[in-house]
């Protein structure tokens, strides 16, 4: 016969265990944003396939959504990804985000504020004019890194344009952001790889596993 003292003890351990688990669980599938900025035509939709797949495997519910804008006109570009144990909304408001991905560096500047205290901005150093400064009623702003480095903000810079064009086209600067964004991630490597060959097309495939690579290991 057990002695109904022990047998309580051991319940209580196991419950506080089961208890310890349960926590440690849902901190670990805490629900995380990210947020991908730029203008129309710079590559965000690949780039939330890529996220997308890459949460998925590790067992998270993903949701994505998408914020066009006047991206015929040059205006911005919005997508939000946010994964987790249970995501009840897509929308990622000021002050929530944990990454934020600017393709562009005007972009980076007017997204900046939705980034979490502690959060981490990275952005191409690629400059593209908005319509203002297109017809000439505003000038571009110069030092956009230095001014958002001096607000307090967590900011990496990449040139990645010039690291696409080394991996075989620019246009793959998209996927050298990933690649970086990657690099800060508690993901492993061959997890974006499998998500990049599940979401590029064949005949695009070298090009942007070497355009990743290169982001990643900048």
Same mark, same amino acid.
């Given at each position: 016969?057990?002695?109904?003292?022990?047998?309580?003890?051991?319940?209580? *351990?196991? #419950?506080? &265990?089961?208890?310890? $688990?349960? /926590?440690?669980?849902?901190?670990?599938?805490?629900?995380?944003? +990210?947020?991908?900025?730029?203008?129309?035509?710079?590559?965000?939709?690949?780039?939330?396939?890529?996220?997308?797949?890459?949460?998925?495997?590790?067992?998270?519910?993903?949701?994505?959504?998408?914020?066009?804008?006047?991206?015929?006109?040059?205006?911005?570009?919005?997508?939000?990804?946010?994964?987790?144990?249970?995501?009840?909304?897509?929308?990622?408001?000021?002050?929530?985000?944990?990454?934020?991905?600017?393709?562009?560096?005007?972009?980076?500047?007017?997204?900046? *504020?939705? #980034?979490? &205290?502690?959060?981490? $901005?990275? /952005?191409?150093?690629?400059?593209?004019?908005?319509?203002?400064? +297109?017809?000439?009623?505003?000038?571009?702003?110069?030092?956009?890194?230095?001014?958002?480095?001096?607000?307090?903000?967590?900011?990496?810079?990449?040139?990645?344009?010039?690291?696409?064009?080394?991996?075989?086209?620019?246009?793959?600067?998209?996927?050298?952001?990933?690649?970086?964004?990657?690099?800060?991630?508690?993901?492993?490597?061959?997890?974006?790889?499998?998500?990049?060959?599940?979401?590029?097309?064949?005949?695009?495939?070298?090009?942007?596993?070497?355009?990743? *690579?290169?982001?990643?290991?900048?």
């Amino acid at each position: 016969m057990l002695d109904a003292e022990y047998v309580g003890k051991c319940a209580d *351990s196991t #419950l506080s &265990k089961l208890e310890r $688990l349960h /926590t440690e669980r849902r901190f670990y599938m805490e629900t995380k944003s +990210i947020m991908i900025v730029g203008v129309g035509g710079q590559g965000s939709l690949l780039a939330s396939k890529i996220l997308g797949n890459v949460f998925l495997s590790q067992g998270y519910d993903v949701k994505v959504s998408e914020v066009h804008g006047m991206s015929q006109r040059g205006g911005s570009v919005v997508t939000y990804v946010k994964y987790g144990e249970e995501v009840n909304s897509p929308v990622i408001c000021k002050g929530e985000a944990d990454i934020i991905v600017s393709f562009e560096l005007l972009e980076a500047a007017r997204w900046m *504020s939705y #980034l979490k &205290k502690n959060g981490h $901005l990275i /952005t191409s150093t690629q400059t593209l004019d908005p319509m203002p400064v +297109i017809t000439g009623t505003a000038v571009y702003p110069e030092n956009i890194i230095e001014k958002i480095s001096a607000s307090g903000i967590d900011v990496t810079a990449a040139d990645a344009l010039a690291i696409a064009e080394k991996a075989g086209n620019v246009k793959a600067s998209n996927v050298v952001l990933m690649g970086l964004m990657s690099s800060k991630m508690q993901i492993a490597e061959e997890v974006w790889i499998e998500a990049i060959k599940a979401c590029v097309p064949e005949k695009f495939l070298e090009l942007n596993l070497k355009a990743f *690579s290169l982001g990643r290991n900048m």
